[in-house]
């Protein structure tokens, strides 16, 4: 249909830094021809695995990503893994301009002592555990303690907050695993806390979250009077508790920010010392003021008994082929305006760009921005799309090979019309596939 000329790119990961990628370069030019390669057999990246699943609105970017994969030029291939089921230089040979949107799966360590006793588990896990990614199916995270303490009081802290503490009703009508959703119906948890380095100040970015924490039925918050002294602004969000006396005193579960405090140890239980029972906090002070304010140690310390630990402190960008420039001290693909820095052809967008901040409107704006590169780097002839590439054909033949089965477009639509299917019988709006082996048999692989 189009001419074996016309410019052909190749995307690696199919999460909305992916599709916005694709969506822009195809707008963009009427001759583009766009292939994302995508590790799992179902597309969306975060939209699927993070989002939290009481905010389904968010989702609603997933109608957006659908109308970008069913356009005649984009094609999507899922279950494949870039890095291991191809490598980078091969689709260099096969396109014109590589784009890679793999985003962020690894995680940072706190790097305190006591990090892996069990008991304490990374947002990332928790997340991903709840949400259905295959990976995270087996955590069986132990929720029979009281008091769990987050560490970390950015938005995913908060979504972990309140999918503990939210009442089972409210979570039975989301697309939470079933899995889940009974380990949580039997949760023992009662107390939330939410720790963060610094002050009241610095938590801009996550009002409307708590606010949510705040409506939150059966819950009450309990803050510290003294972390917020000469903070009167920041504690306008939260009730007094003169304003709903009633429904705050019947409230049986309890969330609190805590400021001022970084962690310092895990403390095991003395009685089963694999597990942990506690947590070492150093208290801080705040130097300067505002979003620049740095947090620097007081030398006191303080403990907080609790059966549970979140570490929520970050995602990070890992290296999926070593013919890629990785920054590692700083997780991320060393780039200008989304061109790899000097790797010709290659081009990076999403949070494998940025760093793992901002929420998706921030990754739609930085990698129309990328795309916007490609297409410059195309007129401008620095990006020789003058000779024939052959794309996908000669990529399909390799993983043929290789024995790797591709799941297309319509063969997630599929699984999509499964996991709605399964879900309405139980009153949500889907019930996810957890395995990608079952992924695959639905798909008809
Ligand atoms: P990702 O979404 O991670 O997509 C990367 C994709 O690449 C994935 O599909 C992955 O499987 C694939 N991939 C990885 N490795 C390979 C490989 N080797 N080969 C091929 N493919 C690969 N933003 C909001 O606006 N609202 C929210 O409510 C919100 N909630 C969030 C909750 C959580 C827990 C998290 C972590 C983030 C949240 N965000 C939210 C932010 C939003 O999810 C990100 O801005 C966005 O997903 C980043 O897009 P991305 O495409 O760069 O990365």
Redesign the pocket.
């Known amino acids: 249909r189009y001419s074996s000329c016309s410019p052909k790119v190749c995307i690696?990961?199919?999460?909305?830094?992916?599709?916005?990628t694709a969506q822009h370069l195809i707008k963009a030019r009427p001759d583009v021809t766009v292939d994302i390669?995508?590790?799992?057999p179902?597309?969306?990246?975060?939209?699927?695995?993070?989002?939290?699943p009481d905010?389904p609105e968010?989702k609603n970017?997933i109608n957006t990503f659908t109308q970008t994969a069913r356009h005649e030029r984009c094609s999507f291939y899922g279950n494949?893994?870039?890095?291991?089921?191809l490598s980078v230089t091969e689709l260099q040979e096969a396109y014109h301009a590589v784009v890679l949107?793999?985003?962020?799966?690894g995680n940072r360590r706190m790097g305190v002592p006591g990090e892996d006793l069990s008991g304490v588990y990374s947002?990332?896990d928790f997340?991903g555990w709840y949400?259905g990614l295959p990976s995270c199916r087996e955590l069986g995270p132990d929720l029979s303690c009281e008091t769990a303490v987050i560490l970390g009081q950015g938005?995913?802290a908060l979504?972990?907050a309140r999918v503990l503490l939210s009442p089972i009703d409210l979570l039975k009508k989301t697309d939470i695993t079933q899995p889940a959703l009974e380990v949580l119906e039997e949760s023992r948890v009662r107390r939330v806390l939410i720790v963060g380095r610094r002050g009241p100040t610095q938590i801009a970015g996550t009002v409307k979250e708590v606010r949510e924490m705040v409506n939150l039925p059966n819950t009450r918050p309990d803050m510290l009077a003294s972390d917020f002294e000469g903070v009167k602004e920041a504690l306008k969000d939260l009730p007094s508790p003169g304003n709903e006396h009633e429904r705050l005193e019947k409230a049986s579960r309890v969330w609190g920010l805590r400021f001022y405090r970084s962690p310092v140890e895990i403390l095991a239980d003395p009685e089963r010392s694999s597990r942990t029972a506690g947590i070492r906090l150093a208290v801080n002070k705040l130097e300067g003021s505002g979003e620049g304010a740095r947090a620097v140690l007081t030398g006191e310390m303080e403990d907080v008994s609790c059966g549970l630990i979140i570490s929520s402190i970050g995602?990070k960008s890992?290296s999926?082929?070593p013919s890629v420039p990785f920054d590692s001290h700083r997780a991320i693909v060393p780039n200008n305006m989304g061109r790899i820095q000097e790797a010709p052809g290659l081009y990076c967008?999403?949070?494998?760009?940025?760093g793992?901040?901002?929420?998706?409107?921030?990754?739609l704006n930085n990698?129309f921005d990328t795309a916007r590169s490609v297409l410059e780097d195309m007129d401008s002839g620095t990006l020789n799309t003058s000779a024939a590439k052959p794309g996908s054909q000669s990529i399909n033949a390799l993983l043929e090979k290789r024995g790797v089965k591709p799941v297309t477009f319509s063969e997630w639509e599929k699984i999509d019309s499964e996991e709605v299917r399964r879900g309405a019988a139980i009153g949500k709006p889907r019930e996810k596939l957890l395995t990608v082996e079952e992924m695959l048999q639905v798909a008809g692989k």
């Open positions: 690696v990961g199919g999460g909305p830094a992916g599709f916005y390669y995508e590790r799992l179902v597309p969306f990246g975060l939209v699927r695995f993070g989002v939290a905010h968010v970017v494949v893994n870039v890095g291991k089921d949107s793999y985003g962020a799966e947002a990332k997340v949400n938005n995913v979504d972990v995602y890992l999926i082929d967008s999403g949070w494998l760009k940025t793992p901040t901002g929420v998706i409107a921030t990754t990698s």
